[in-house]
């Protein structure tokens, strides 16, 4: 413990033994330095007021009196070393008066604010419609805890919005302050109930096993509720978590993972989930998909390309594009950290109406200084599913007024097997209409090419899990050559991605590969970087 928390600690103390030893000290002093003729006497002033600061009125009269005694009939007028000389009697009782009046008023005036800061600090710490506890009572709550291990739980009330509607708020507040009151008798003398939100009250007390206290905490919930004899239905959901510093439980942040864990609750429509460190992992998913689709409006994400090059010629064919985040506090982040968690919601279907505007705009841009490529763009699953998909697509490509052989769609062959009827009727349509179609991933799933033939396709690109062992493994130099000499047969281009070494871009030309993609050329860059990559690999080819 610091000096600074004892002397707080201990404050009273502190003041009562300054208060007693100042006035005999200050009797001295005005002894010492001549009798009350002199102006030391006014030093008395100190221990009265500070008496009756720190002990209210009645002390502060008690050391006043005390002042008055010591510096009247106790102190001469004049101390010479002859004589003495002793003062008059008004003079010395209309100081005393003077000294009772300072500490009575001084006690009075500090006990008056004292009383009107702890009834301001009850308002602040008290939610005013349901005279709850509120979360600025956090900090003088903890002192009611015991060392150790807390229990921290996050009560919600899922149906507030209907029972406020249909009865009115105030039997809402009725309602909760009853559950409040059951919660307080729950914790005992151990622990403290705050309103933290509307809906919500946070508990917080002596630890036990969360399983016990879930289903206890579950049963006092559900007690038959009467308010103004309505029956209540009252629909929960409870988090919990554990602290395992007494302090923590003063801080907001602590009661993170017990309100993650009522929230989830409440979304999968279950009593109770005790907090583990996977609903951490949701969390930071949630959070980044909250920051998600304001990045995109505020372009915080960009394209990378990476070259497709034709293994005949050295010389590149096509780029595919590739979707970047600059996040403002993690860096930049590579799709697999969010595309993931993106794929699972609907802010898919903007980041692929974006990544396709970006990646036609980059055409006309590298085609304007005499690189003509088509550029490729992956597709999700959901992008595929979705009925609104090809008309927002169509519209997009429509408004580039590009040749839509310049633009070409990956897809990984598991996402044509989800539906494979859906999916050939989708591609289909994007066919029809002129696009081009890869099949990424090749290899990773379980289809055959035979019985992906029956799909539109125009495009086989062989996995990059392949290459990394294709130098030492003969059964996958074999996978490898068949797949790609039977692509070659059902009319398909191969490209063979992740190639990072020569040996390997030799092996793929020997297997008459169509293409490569990989380290080995170049590594996915920004527009500035593929103009100057195009001129240097360009100038090296031709040299
Ligand atoms: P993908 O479509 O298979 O893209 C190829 C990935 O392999 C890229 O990773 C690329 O940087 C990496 N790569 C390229 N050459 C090599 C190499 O020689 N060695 C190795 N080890 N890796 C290489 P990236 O950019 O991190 O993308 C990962 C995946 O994220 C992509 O795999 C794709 O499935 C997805 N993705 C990227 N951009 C988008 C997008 O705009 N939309 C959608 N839906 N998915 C995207
Ligand atoms: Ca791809
Ligand atoms: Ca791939």
């Keep these: 413990m610091s000096i600074i928390n004892v002397l707080k600690k201990n404050y009273r103390i502190i003041a009562l033994v300054v208060v007693t030893a100042l006035v005999p000290l200050v009797y001295l002093l005005v002894y010492a330095t001549g009798g009350i003729k002199y102006v030391f006497s006014h030093t008395m002033y100190i221990p009265i007021l500070l008496a009756g600061m720190f002990f209210g009125a009645p002390f502060g009269l008690l050391v006043g009196l005390a002042g008055g005694i010591l510096l009247g009939p106790l102190m001469p007028f004049e101390t010479t070393v002859i004589s003495p000389e002793p003062q008059e009697f008004i003079n ?36 005013q419609e349901t005279m709850i506890p509120n979360t600025n009572y956090l900090g003088a709550g903890i002192l009611k805890l015991s060392l150790g291990k807390q229990s921290l739980i996050t009560v919600l009330i899922n149906n507030h919005n209907s029972i406020t509607d249909v009865l009115g708020t105030e039997v809402f507040h009725k309602l909760i302050f009853g559950i409040y009151q059951d919660l307080m008798d729950y914790v005992g ?3 403290f109930v705050v309103q933290s939100g509307r809906n919500k009250l946070w508990v917080v007390k002596k630890h ?26 009252v629909d929960y959901a409870v988090g919990l978590n554990s602290s395992h510093n007494v302090n923590n439980c003063a801080k907001l942040e602590n009661f993170r993972g017990s309100d993650t864990s009522a929230r989830l609750a409440q979304n999968q429509n279950v009593p109770y989930i005790i907090f583990d460190e996977s609903l951490t992992q949701k969390r930071k998913e949630y959070e980044l998909l909250a920051t998600f689709s304001r990045a995109l409006e505020m372009n915080q994400t960009f394209l990378v390309y990476q070259p497709k090059i034709d293994l005949k010629t050295g010389f590149p064919v096509g780029l595919e594009a590739l979707i970047r985040w600059e996040h403002a506090e993690r860096g930049i982040l590579y799709p697999d950290t969010f595309i993931p968690i993106v794929e699972q919601t609907k802010l898919i279907h903007p980041m692929t109406d974006w990544v396709l505007r970006r990646a036609l705009k980059k055409i006309w841009e590298f085609s304007g200084m005499g690189m ?15 009925t609104d998909f090809f008309d927002r697509a169509m519209k997009i490509i429509d408004e580039s007024q590009l040749p839509k052989n310049l633009i070409e769609m990956e897809i990984t062959e598991s996402v044509l097997m989800i539906d494979p009827e859906v999916s050939k009727n989708s591609l289909q349509k994007f066919v029809a209409n002129g696009i081009r179609i890869a099949i990424d991933d090749f290899g990773k799933g379980y289809s055959s090419l035979a019985y992906l033939s029956q799909f539109p396709i125009d495009v086989i690109k062989i996995d990059k899990f392949f290459m990394r062992q294709i130098i030492q493994n003969v059964s996958s130099q074999q996978i490898v050559s068949a797949t790609i000499k039977l692509a070659k047969q059902l009319g ?15 092996l793929m030309q020997e297997y008459e590969c169509d293409y490569a993609q990989g380290y080995l050329y170049a590594k996915p860059m920004n527009d500035q970087d593929v103009i100057s990559w195009y001129q240097k690999h360009c100038r090296q080819k031709t040299s």
Excluded: C
């Excluded at 300072?102 to 008290?126: C, F, P, T, W």
């Excluded at 699953?381 to 979705?386: E, F, Q």
């Excluded at 398909?492 to 030799?506: I, L």
């Design 208 to 233: 036990e096993d969360l399983n016990i206290e879930a289903g206890q905490i579950w049963s006092l919930l559900n007690r038959p509720r009467d308010i103004d004899n309505i029956p209540m239905y």
């Design 92 to 127: 010395w009782f209309y100081r005393m008066i003077i000294f009772m009046s300072m500490g009575g008023i001084s006690g009075y005036v500090s006990n008056k604010l004292r009383r009107d800061a702890q009834r301001i600090n009850e308002l602040m710490s008290h939610n």
């Design 189 to 191: 003398t151990e622990g």
């Design 492 to 506: 398909y281009k191969v490209v063979a991605e992740g190639v990072e070494e020569e040996e390997v871009a030799k």
């Design 372 to 386: 003509t490529f088509p550029i490729s763009i992956n597709i999700s699953a959901r992008n595929l599913y979705d």
